[in-house]
């Protein structure tokens, strides 16, 4: 049975929210942003019309949330009255308060993402370390694991591109992860993680280490403008390997992108190099192969405006000891995430996709850092 106290925090907790989120302010908002819609000229330019329409529902959400928080809520302290009157269990209140903590836990959260481009879809590439065998296993081993934590949110998965191991697991893989705060939630994860293990590939049954590297972007869309270079362009098709049936390997419908970029700050040139394979269809892959080109540009881009939340840069960090973020060590039962401290026994269930506690731990001090230095 909860406390009194127990019941004061959440109550408090929830009129912070309140507070913080400015939902008095964001119901005006709403109404105004709302009318711009009625327009009769609205939908004239269609663009414009989707920019605005979600930012409608943009506003709509964290109404929609806060209110939901407020009735689970005003729920356990009608519960929590009612059971000195006998009228309900301990089981029900403590079952109210379940529903109405992780509620709040979860807006408490969600306040952490007030970066633009948060609630973006993210575009997540693994790459497999050196070593092997072992790394390409281990490569893969994060893809599902990124996979299972992606459809236990309800985020829809595709897999624009992928390179098969030597022998098993992945050298690459490069996925769309779509659904409402996607890249704020998994920007977390951009580093390397380092997995330590008895190989199941080593006949001397030996302790081994493997790194596999994690890049996040977030995924732009028709209302985020990013120049691309015609000039800086080119192409190249080529038949995709692996399963798809016959179709797959006898048309060229992977396209390979090569755009000569050009650091505005340094003036290196580097050549980012984009495949992709989702399709048969060649036009699509091209338009997606773009979209991935511009989303790339869109987080550099992030990145020079704002060093000081994302210092991970694509292609900077070497895949080695002295760059790793988390570290999985199978034997001893521990998952560990060197930046915040946070750790978990529960190996089996973080390789399944429960990752929460880590996206949180880190939102929490990072994010609480960013926003401190903005007020």
């Known amino acids: ?73 005003d729920e356990l302290q009608l519960a929590f009255d009612f059971y000195k009157d006998e009228m309900v269990t301990e089981e029900e209140v403590d079952a109210d308060y379940a529903k109405a903590i992780k509620a709040v836990e979860d807006l408490e959260l969600r306040n952490m993402l007030r970066q633009e481009e948060d ?131 006898k048309v060229e419908s992977g396209v390979r992108l090569r755009y000569q970029y050009e650091d505005p700050d340094t003036g290196e040139h580097e050549e980012i190099l984009i495949e992709n394979t989702e399709t048969r269809d060649q036009p699509k892959n091209r338009a997606k192969a773009m979209l991935l080109l511009k989303s790339q540009l869109y987080d550099r881009a992030l990145k020079r405006k704002q060093a000081e939340q994302a210092k991970v840069e694509a292609g900077k960090k070497k895949i080695e000891w002295g760059s790793q973020i988390r570290s999985y060590v199978f034997d001893d039962r521990r998952v560990k995430d060197h930046r915040t401290g946070y750790q978990t026994s529960d190996v089996d269930g973080v390789m399944d996709g429960k990752i929460d506690g880590f996206i949180k731990a880190y939102l929490m001090e990072f994010a609480a850092t960013d926003a401190e230095k903005e007020a």
């Open 119 to 249: 609630a973006m879809d993210a575009v997540l590439k693994i790459n497999s370390g050196a070593g092997g065998t072992e790394s390409q296993d281990w490569a893969e081993m994060l893809m599902r694991m990124y996979q299972r934590w992606s459809e236990a949110h309800g985020y829809t998965v595709k897999i624009t591109d992928i390179q098969d191991g030597d022998e098993a697991g992945i050298k690459s893989v490069t996925m769309t992860i779509e659904g409402g705060d996607a890249y704020g939630y998994l920007k977390c994860e951009n580093g390397v993680h380092r997995l330590v293990r008895v190989s199941p590939y080593n006949a001397q049954g030996k302790r081994m280490t493997s790194f596999a590297s994690v890049f996040v972007t977030p995924l732009v869309d028709d209302s985020i403008e990013v120049y691309v270079d015609p000039a800086k362009v080119s192409w190249d098709t080529f038949r995709s390997g692996g399963a798809g049936g016959q179709n797959v390997n």
């Open 1 to 73: 049975m909860i406390t009194a106290d127990q019941l004061k925090d959440i109550v408090e907790r929830t009129d912070a929210l309140r507070r913080y989120l400015n939902i008095d302010q964001k119901k005006i908002e709403f109404e105004e942003e709302q009318l711009r819609t009625q327009a009769p000229d609205f939908w004239d330019d269609p663009k414009r019309a989707e920019a605005q329409m979600k930012k409608v529902k943009g506003i709509e959400k964290w109404l929609k949330e806060y209110a939901h928080c407020r009735e689970l809520t």
